[in-house]
């Protein structure tokens, strides 16, 4: 009875470490955790295993192709289709597209990059270029060979934080992240015509409609803005032939201001001709200055 016993758990073991085969060898100059177990030298690494170093650095070779170079006092799980960084820096070198999760980002990389997981996430494209998206796959940004960026973690509940110059532009609000360059069309809010030209941190959900805004790649549903500085948003602004100033929402029809310009309007010159006149006090004046007319007056 004891010996089926025996053969019943061996059995299941096996099982169990069929059903997670090895998909790499972990390497390190000295000692390290795999799966909660201190490792000297190498060992293999199976699907879901988890790497930590300590004082010594670590590589991780996958049969893929994947190299995955772990710094000291960091840690990552490894699976055969992603790596996700769960502590200090990690860089990674894949012959084709990999994913690397950080901080609820989920990154692709056609090349090397390198992710330092901190107060925020640094991702630096070291070849190739990198996407960077929320982990439900929304854009957040392209990263070029040679570029570095920076972005918050995200929230598991796909709450986005975006930091820029908050603009009007064919009569819609829009954002440029000041990390990752991308823009954003803002819908909802309370104040944002208010904060229009400032820079702000605007907190929201990303919608699944289409952008209305050319530039825009997503739209965030606002739920917070909070003004971090006032102004300073005219380059930006220059940038993307956009305003500093939020439009009235339905613009009345230009009055004839200019030289081409029909009846029904008075022209800037009249209008300055009248201030002339209220100053000195006399109509014919006004009339002989604006140039419409000529005075009546002996």
């Not at 990552?76 to 084709?96: F, T, Y």
């Not at 439900?136 to 570095?148: F, H, K, Q, S, T």
């Not at 709450?159 to 009007?168: A, D, E, K, Q, S």
């Amino acid at each position: 009875m004891i010996r089926n016993s025996l053969f019943v758990s061996i059995f299941i073991s096996g099982v169990a470490v069929a059903a997670a085969p090895p998909i790499g060898i972990v390497t390190a100059s000295g000692h390290f955790t795999l799966d909660r177990s201190q490792v000297w030298g190498n060992a293999t690494v199976f699907e879901g295993s988890v790497v930590e170093t300590g004082s010594a650095s670590s590589e991780v070779a996958l049969r893929n192709g994947v190299r995955l170079q772990l710094a000291k006092d960091s840690r990552a799980r490894i699976l055969s289709d992603r790596v996700v960084i769960e502590k200090g820096i990690g860089q990674v070198s894949a012959p084709e597209s990999f994913e690397v999760n950080a901080a609820n980002l989920r990154i692709h990389s056609t090349g090397r990059l390198r992710v330092n997981l901190g107060q925020t996430v640094e991702i630096a494209s070291l070849l190739g270029s990198a996407r960077v998206a929320s982990a439900n796959g929304m854009l957040l940004a392209a990263i070029p060979a040679g570029r570095v960026m920076n972005f918050s973690p995200q929230a598991s509940n796909g709450t986005v934080t975006r930091t820029g110059c908050l603009l009007f532009k064919d009569n819609h609000y829009i954002m440029q992240d000041e990390n990752t360059q991308e823009v954003v069309e803002l819908s909802g809010g309370q104040n944002l015509a208010a904060q229009v030209g400032n820079r702000v941190e605007a907190t929201g959900s990303a919608s699944s409609a289409k952008p209305a805004v050319s530039i825009a790649t997503l739209v965030l549903n606002i739920a917070t803005v909070t003004t971090k500085s006032s102004g300073g948003c005219l380059s930006v602004a220059a940038s993307l032939n956009a305003q500093t100033e939020a439009a009235p929402a339905n613009p009345a029809q230009p009055s004839a201001e200019s030289p081409k310009g029909g009846g029904g309007g008075m022209s800037t010159g009249a209008k300055i001709a009248v201030v002339v006149a209220v100053a000195g006090g006399g109509a014919g004046a006004a009339i002989a200055l604006a140039g419409k007319k000529s005075s009546t007056s002996p």
